[in-house]
């Protein structure tokens, strides 16, 4: 009991640190931990541990689904390259120099055990670098590229990972076994994570009921990852696999009713959980630290700002390479991909923010070795694992718009004229059917022609946003005309309210227009 009344007071603690968080205009992951941080030395609170076990099999899943599951796959598709680069690549870089970097500031740990912590703070958190390049209006490019790196790299750092573990273990290590086992794993992953796609497309489209749907659509990421880890495949690859397949089939699949309930639903529960990750993270310090007793706090403070140093600058220093190298010996690649701003590499190589995914890797490590030897610098790993978190969550957090300021990154309007370009084309359509139903007279033409209008004044409004400054279509209307379709909204909203309360109309009847003047208000405020 003691447990679940501490894990209720966390929701609450994360709901009101998060309402503070977007006052101060902060990122909240960021909040979070230094919030987790600070009550982690009030004593008498009682510990919450952040479980390997609750983080992979329950947590982790229902995290990455989601963001598969709205990720634009024509975008991935088109950034292929620098993701890979980045989820691959940057993954052996990071566990190779910042494994040269512990070994050379702690040299009683071995070149395994650095490895594997190598490899544990190599992959990137998709929440925390997305959390603050959404609320900077940076070029799409930059967040479609962040994005999908965080979803494919944990699943090369956990392979790293397992690899390092192993030849610490065993005492072998063979790199041509290693590849092979990864590519089994990658593959393997990402097919059985299509298999569950095809799997739940045959469902939900099968179905029109959406508490039943939505019940299938929160069980997918966990059909999809836990047979994946029984197989020895990766479960990350496949769920992700399974989400981009599903996003891309959802529209043809999914009625609207579904999708109003659902949406909100993986919303609220991704929050949460992000909400939950992020302030346990700062909560595990203590243990960790009581793990370390008796080691100099100075000493180990200097050691984690180096070790943290060379975490970050190993990516600024492969983001610039990767970029512009393949491009200046490679003509074919430049006329086909030509150099990108370098204001849009110095953000994309400063979004390194590390997450629970690496602090739960640590903490995943095993305590003994099979000759009953602890494992060597097991506690050591703990504690660095969360000063990279930490220095790459605050530092990198924290300074990401104060730089995307001072080096003037421009706002990429290229979304917003799609999605304008899209719905003129979708209204042109829609007229088209109108012209064709009065010419069938099929239907009275004082119908047609009211439609008609509404049509009519919505390509309208899109041409006024073709013709505006910046392209948004967001503020067409003036401020004056949105207030009056707000104070509109509320009279209506006010007279029901009145006939529900004279008895007038049932409680029933209140709620279904009610669900009407709410969508009319979310499109109106553009949610």
């Known amino acids: ?11 609450v603690v994360v709901a009101v640190l998060v309402l503070i968080a977007r006052k101060l205009g902060l990122p909240y992951p960021i909040v979070l931990v230094l919030a987790g941080l600070a009550l982690s030395f009030v004593p008498h609170l009682p510990q919450v541990t952040l479980k390997p076990e609750l983080v992979f099999y329950f947590l982790l899943p229902p995290l990455i689904y989601p963001a598969a599951l709205f990720t634009s796959w024509r975008d991935f598709r088109r950034n292929i390259r620098p993701i890979l680069l980045l989820s691959t690549g940057l993954i052996l870089a990071t566990t190779i120099l910042v494994a040269w970097a512990l070994h050379t500031v702690v040299p009683a740990i071995p070149w395994a055990a650095a490895f594997a912590f190598g490899a544990i703070v190599s992959p990137t958190d998709a929440v925390a670098a997305t959390a603050v390049i959404r609320r900077l209006g940076l070029p799409h490019r930059i967040e479609v590229i962040v994005e999908g790196e965080s979803l494919v790299n944990d699943a090369t750092g956990l392979v790293a990972l397992q690899f390092a573990v192993a030849a610490l273990m065993t005492g072998r290590f063979s790199l041509g076994v290693a590849v092979g086992q990864f590519a089994w794993v990658a593959l393997g992953g990402i097919g059985f994570g299509l298999a569950i796609g095809v799997l739940m497309r045959a469902i939900q489209r099968r179905l029109d009921d959406p508490p039943v ?11 999809a990852y836990l047979p994946a880890e029984q197989l020895h495949v990766s ?3 496949a769920v992700v696999a399974a989400g981009i397949f599903l996003g891309w089939h959802s529209p043809l699949i999914l009625r609207a009713r579904y999708r109003l309930q659902s949406q909100a639903i993986w919303e609220m529960l991704v929050f949460l959980l992000n909400g939950f990750v992020f302030i346990s993270i700062g909560l595990q310090l203590p243990a960790i630290l009581r793990a370390l007793h008796g080691e100099s706090l100075r000493m180990l403070i200097g050691h984690a700002l180096l070790i943290s140093a060379a975490t970050m600058l190993v990516r600024v220093g492969w983001v610039f390479t990767a970029t512009y190298l393949p491009r200046f010996f490679f003509p074919p690649l430049r006329r086909w991909d030509p150099y990108p701003d370098w204001r849009e590499v110095v953000i994309g190589a400063w979004s390194g923010m590390r997450g629970v995914i690496s602090l739960a890797a640590a903490f995943a490590l095993p305590f003994a070795l099979p000759n009953g030897a602890p494992f060597p610098g097991r506690n050591y790993i703990l504690f660095f694992t969360f000063s990279v978190i930490l220095a790459t969550l605050v530092v990198q957090g924290l300074t990401l718009p104060l730089l995307a300021r001072a080096i003037r990154v421009g706002r990429d309007t290229t979304p917003e004229e799609e999605e304008r370009q899209a719905r003129v084309e979708a209204n042109k359509a829609a007229l088209q059917l109108l012209d064709q139903t009065e010419s069938e007279q099929r239907i009275p033409s004082d119908v047609v022609d009211r439609l008609r209008a509404e049509y009519d004044e919505r390509l309208a409004q899109l041409e006024a946003c073709a013709e505006s400054a910046d392209g948004r279509c967001g503020e067409i209307a003036t401020p004056q005309y949105q207030q009056l379709q707000y104070e509109a909204l509320q009279r209506e909203r006010e007279t029901i309210i009145r006939l529900r309360n004279a008895h007038v109309i049932n409680d029933d009847a209140l709620r279904h227009i009610q669900r009407d003047l709410d969508l009319a208000e979310a499109r109106l405020a553009g949610d």
């Open 213 to 223: 749907q939505i019940t299938f659509s929160l069980l997918t990421p966990f059909a």
């Open 1 to 11: 009991m003691y447990q679940a009344e501490a894990i209720v007071g966390l929701f």
């Open 235 to 237: 479960g990350i690859l």
